[in-house]
C-alpha cells in the first residue's frame, strides 16, 4: 500500500510539474513535423479498363506544416500544407496502372480543450482542397481532377517547454476524384485517407 501511495504521489508530482503550454487570443502557433497519408482500402473501380477492376492508391509519408491564430484560448483557425506526396495506382487484373503526386492544404476551425492536466487534446473540422498534378500511366494520358471534401481531426499537445509541445494527431479527408485516360471518364477514385501525424508545434 505504500509502495502505491508513493508511486502515485511521484506521478502527480511529475503531472504537476509539466510545463503549461497554453495560448491566449491572439497568439499563433507553427508546427513542423511529418504527415503520413493512407488511402482507404478499396478506392473505386475503373469498369472501362476492366469490368469490375478495383483501384488501389498506396500511402505515402512527407513533411507536414501547421500555421493557427487563436480567436480565443479554446478556438484556432488553421491551415495545413505539406511537402508533395506521390502515390502509386494499380488496378486488378492490370497492375501498375500509374503514379501522381498532390497538395492537400486544409483549413480547420479547431477546438483546444483546457480542463486536462499535462496534455492538452482538440478536435477539429474544415475543408480540404487536393491538387493532383505530374500524373502518368503506361496505359496512356493519366488525368485526376481537383478534389474539395470535408476533414475532421482529433489531436492532443503534450508540453515539452512553455511554448512548445509535441502534437500527435488524426485527420479523415474526403478526397474523390474523377479519372480520365486519354480524355475520357473512366470512374472515380475514392481515396479517402487517414492522415497521421507528429509534429512539434511553437506558441508565438
Request: net charge negative; hydrophobic share 45%; glycine share 10%.
Given at each position: 500500500?505504500?509502495?502505491?501511495?508513493?508511486?502515485?504521489l511521484?506521478?502527480?508530482?511529475?503531472?504537476?510539474?509539466?510545463?503549461?503550454?497554453?495560448?491566449?487570443?491572439?497568439?499563433?502557433?507553427?508546427?513542423?513535423?511529418?504527415?503520413?497519408?493512407?488511402?482507404?482500402?478499396g478506392?473505386?473501380e475503373?469498369?472501362?479498363?476492366?469490368?469490375?477492376a478495383g483501384?488501389?492508391?498506396?500511402?505515402?509519408?512527407?513533411?507536414?506544416?501547421?500555421?493557427?491564430?487563436?480567436?480565443?484560448?479554446?478556438?484556432?483557425?488553421?491551415?495545413?500544407?505539406?511537402?508533395?506526396?506521390?502515390?502509386?495506382?494499380?488496378?486488378?487484373g492490370?497492375?501498375?496502372?500509374?503514379?501522381?503526386?498532390?497538395?492537400?492544404?486544409?483549413?480547420?476551425?479547431?477546438y483546444?480543450?483546457?480542463n486536462f492536466?499535462?496534455?492538452?487534446?482538440?478536435?477539429?473540422?474544415?475543408?480540404?482542397y487536393?491538387?493532383?498534378f505530374?500524373?502518368?500511366?503506361?496505359?496512356?494520358?493519366?488525368?485526376?481532377?481537383?478534389s474539395?471534401?470535408?476533414?475532421?481531426?482529433?489531436?492532443v499537445?503534450?508540453?515539452?517547454?512553455?511554448?512548445g509541445?509535441?502534437?500527435l494527431?488524426?485527420?479523415?479527408?474526403d478526397?474523390?476524384?474523377?479519372?480520365?485516360?486519354?480524355?475520357d471518364?473512366?470512374?472515380?477514385?475514392?481515396?479517402?485517407?487517414?492522415?497521421?501525424?507528429?509534429?512539434?508545434?511553437?506558441?508565438?
Open positions: 500500500m505504500k509502495h502505491i501511495t508513493l508511486s502515485a511521484a506521478v502527480l508530482a511529475a503531472t504537476a510539474a509539466a510545463p503549461a503550454f497554453a495560448q491566449e487570443a491572439g497568439d499563433w502557433t507553427i508546427g513542423i513535423g511529418i504527415a503520413n497519408v493512407n488511402p482507404k482500402s478506392n473505386g475503373l469498369d472501362a479498363i476492366v469490368p469490375g483501384i488501389d492508391v498506396d500511402s505515402d509519408t512527407q513533411l507536414s506544416f501547421t500555421a493557427e491564430y487563436f480567436f480565443t484560448p479554446n478556438i484556432g483557425l488553421e491551415i495545413l500544407a505539406a511537402t508533395p506526396f506521390s502515390h502509386d495506382i494499380s488496378i486488378d492490370v497492375g501498375d496502372a500509374g503514379d501522381t503526386k498532390h497538395l492537400p492544404p486544409t483549413i480547420s476551425v479547431n483546444h480543450f483546457t492536466e499535462g496534455f492538452k487534446p482538440y478536435i477539429g473540422v474544415g475543408l480540404n487536393t491538387n493532383f505530374q500524373e502518368s500511366s503506361p496505359l496512356g494520358k493519366l488525368e485526376l481532377e481537383d474539395f471534401g470535408l476533414a475532421a481531426q482529433i489531436g499537445d503534450i508540453p515539452v517547454t512553455e511554448t509541445a509535441l502534437r494527431n488524426a485527420r479523415y479527408i478526397i474523390d476524384t474523377d479519372v480520365k485516360l486519354n480524355g471518364k473512366i470512374g472515380t477514385a475514392e481515396i479517402d485517407p487517414v492522415v497521421l501525424g507528429i509534429a512539434y508545434v511553437m506558441t508565438f
